[in-house]
């Protein structure tokens, strides 16, 4: 493993034009496949656990699934309604819908109970999750009326036309990111290097990287179907990475650069770096990748979407890093030394590369304490993190439905005013019953009596009529329950719960060889966030596990990996911690432009465990990494940590500031649960970068000088010349 990367570095800088047309014939080669076989999208199967799950697997079975629904609501732009006008444009818009391939069935116009809107309910073919493919051409009728009928407003919602248009706002909202990350990327890189075309080269790998991932990720979709969120999880995961990678990797190429001071050619400078720098990239990639690869304990089709995302890209990217970085340093070192001997050859002198300077005053000044007194800075940094992370132990968690989407989306404006005229449309609960076909009029029955119940329920929409229906073979019976309270309500869970734990087991529950289960929006939202916090002990626990055998792995010492865990686990809680102060209550709301769901989205903490633990390894491979080779360089363990942490100081904080702002601009988002994971995962890499890195790490090792290693410890050699022929050893 150590010799791999300074094997591909070598035949790399000795091919260097064969691996940059290989790399971008592999970028190439990977998106065409990836859109020549297309993406295999996850269908409503995919989504179903629990209760709520296996009802709806009940109710398909009978033909008697959800079907993707749109509602027209018909009002007067201002006064009462003209009742003739809002039925000629009711009219019209039937008969243009029943016209539509994508059209199963249009309902009957029905006016609201204050006679000041008419609903048309437009039922759409095809399963539920093609509802927002095959929206678009209702919404062009819908149009169309309304341009037909200047004095009316008329607008159409649903869950179809509510997915598209979440979808087409996540699209604007990925594009704003991306033009608020690169120019800031570009600025740190340029700040770092000094030079354009360095400051390039970590870019250019970078959304390479993502190119050939997004590709990739194509063809896994066919092995594991796509939610529609790894996109998202490549681009937010591959510039971060893609940046970082490179970045450590250029920086060290120009530390041999400067300390060999012209003594060696620019092949020889690749192996160098790769020997310390590319062992550090693999291992790194390795930690993130078998981090990530957790989630698959989830058993859960978003979360398995999300890790096979990271895992490309992070493959994708520690490639590029091996074998066309590699490439491209030798190409731009030859232009350098072109340009010395150009210089030389017309009497000039040559500008020797001067060694950078590793720690500058605002380093200096935040490593001193960690120097001066690392007992009083480790004792102060930790309880400050654990005062942090305290505010977690109140943390809620909801699964943000589509109550929680943007406002700014009309089709969410449309349905505001839709479940305020008609109440009983905010939430429906479906029982399911399936039995043999001779017992389907004593499960009706049984049906008809729960929905009697419920109707003298305060809970339950009293003006709602429940009605039973029957799948044609008689097996399969399904009861709707409308409820006038949002999905997220107290008032829906309870109503929720009064059907699974009262009125189900007192009727259809008591009839044997029956089997039931209650569906719909809430049910799924309760039974998803039962299943997740189910599994986040598996999860949590290999993740624990697989953090501490890489370190150990990486650098033989069981205190090492304790010691990553645990500084691991006080940066994750105190980012946790800070999300619940910012997003769990209301204060923070027009400063970071959301409307709190009063709890946290349920799939953040876990997804932020898993990806930080990841992350959180390239700094911790990096930093002790140069801790690491210091004394086997001959340093003492005090000495080295010193000198490994402001060796590395300023690349970690350069590249944290590469991740903060690609996450950070996740904020600007207006999805919720996207804006959640942004901040949580900004807070941590800012928290891990420089409190953890700068002031824990620091001063935990310090106090433990030696002891840090056990069982091993580095065997110390003396500082070895730089050479200038022959063979390089691997000196990481």
């Known amino acids: ?113 204050d006679g000041q809107v008419v609903r048309v309910s437009v039922v759409l073919n095809g399963p539920e999750l093609d509802g927002k493919k095959n929206v678009v051409p209702l919404l062009a009728q819908t149009a169309k009326v309304r341009d037909g009928h200047p004095d009316l407003i ?19 909202d990925l594009t704003l990111s991306e033009r608020i990350t690169l120019p800031v990327t570009l600025i740190t890189l340029l700040i770092v290097f000094g030079s354009v075309v360095m400051a390039g080269v970590p870019l250019l790998l970078a959304l390479s990287s993502i190119t050939a991932a997004l590709g990739l990720s194509m ?19 591959g510039l971060a990475v893609g940046v970082d990678y490179t970045l450590f990797y250029l920086k060290r190429e120009r530390e041999e650069r400067a300390r060999a001071g012209g003594r060696l050619s620019s092949e020889a400078l690749v192996e160098l770096a ?109 309880l400050v993190m654990l005062a942090l992370a305290a505010p977690a132990l109140g943390l809620r968690l909801v699964d943000p439905g589509k109550d929680t989407f943007s406002r700014d989306i009309p089709a969410m404006q449309a349905y505001d005013r839709l479940t305020t005229a008609f109440p009983e449309l905010l939430v429906k609960h479906v029982v399911v019953a399936r ?9 009706q029955h049984a049906l008809t009596d729960l929905g009697r119940r419920a109707q003298a329920d305060p809970l339950f929409a009293e003006d709602a009529e429940p009605t039973v229906r ?12 409308a409820v006038p309270f949002p999905a997220p309500s107290a008032q829906s869970i309870e109503s929720l719960d009064h059907i699974r734990k009262d009125y189900l087991p007192a009727t259809v529950g008591r009839l044997s060889g029956v089997e039931t289960g209650v569906s719909g929006d809430v049910a799924r939202g309760r039974d998803y966030v039962d299943h997740e916090n189910s599994k986040l002990p598996l999860v949590i626990g290999f993740l624990l596990l697989a953090t501490f055998v890489m370190t ?4 033989r010492s069981v205190v090492i990996g304790l010691i990553g865990v645990a500084l691991n686990l006080l940066s994750a809680g105190a980012s946790l911690g800070l999300l619940v102060v910012f997003f769990q209550g209301t204060w923070a709301e027009d400063l970071l432009a959301f409307h709190s769901l009063g709890a946290i989205a349920s799939r953040v903490p876990l997804f932020l465990f898993v990806i930080l633990f990841g992350l959180s390894m390239d700094y911790q491979v990096f930093v002790v990494g140069r801790i690491h080779e210091a004394m086997r360089n001959g340093m003492s363990a005090r000495e080295a940590v010193l000198d490994g942490i402001s060796r590395s100081a ?83």
């Not at 029957?470 to 329950?481: K, P």
């Open 1 to 113: 493993m150590s010799q791999l990367p300074v094997r591909i570095a070598r035949w790399s800088a000795r091919h260097a034009w064969r691996a940059i047309a290989g790399w971008f014939a592999f970028v190439i080669l990977c998106f065409g496949v990836g859109v020549t076989v297309g993406s295999h999208e996850a269908t409503t199967e995919d989504y179903r656990v629990g209760e709520a799950g296996r009802a709806e697997a009940i109710a398909a079975a009978g033909g008697m699934q959800q079907r993707p629904t749109e509602q027209i609501i018909i009002h007067a732009r201002s006064g009462p309604l003209d009742t003739a006008a809002a039925a000629s444009a009711a009219q019209e818009l039937t008969e243009r819908m029943r016209k539509l391939p994508e059209v199963d069935g249009v309902a009957p116009p029905v006016r609201s109970k």
């Open 219 to 237: 063809v896994a979709s066919h092995v594991l179907p796509d939610p529609g969120v790894g996109t998202n999880m490549i681009l937010l995961i």
């Open 470 to 481: 029957t799948s044609a073979d008689g097996r399969v019976s399904v009861l709707e329950l």
């Open 274 to 382: 790769a020997a310390t720098a590319g062992r550090a990239i693999v291992v790194s990639g390795l930690a993130v990748i078998v981090s990530t690869a957790t989630l698959y304990l989830a058993t859960d089709v978003i979360f398995s979407s999300l890790a096979t995302g990271t895992i490309l890209v992070v493959t994708v990217a520690v490639v590029s890093s091996l074998t066309v970085l590699p490439a491209l340093l030798v190409k731009i070192g030859h232009r350098t030394e072109l340009r010395a001997a150009h210089r030389a050859a017309r009497g000039k002198p040559v500008r020797a590369k001067r060694a950078e300077a590793e720690t500058g005053r605002v380093f200096g000044a935040l490593l001193r304490p960690a120097h001066k007194h690392p007992a009083l800075t480790l004792c102060v940094s930790t």
């Open 435 to 443: 039995s043999t076909p001779e017992r389907a009029a004593q499960v």
């Open 552 to 555: 150990v792995w990486a650098f």
């Open 154 to 172: 008329v607008e159409e919602t649903g869950s179809p036309s509510i997915s598209k248009g979440v979808n087409d706002q996540r699209g604007k």
């Open 650 to 732: 300023k690349v970690v904080t350069s590249a944290a500031i590469v991740m903060v702002t690609v996450f950070g601009a996740f904020v600007a988002l207006h999805l919720t649960e996207m804006k959640q994971m942004g901040f949580c995962l900004a807070v941590a890499v800012l928290l891990d970068a420089v409190v953890i890195r700068l002031l824990v790490l620091p001063s935990l090792l310090l106090l433990l000088g030696d002891r840090a290693w056990w069982p091993s410890r580095p065997a110390r050699r003396a500082h070895a010349a730089v050479p200038t022929t022959g063979p390089l050893q691997n000196v990481g």
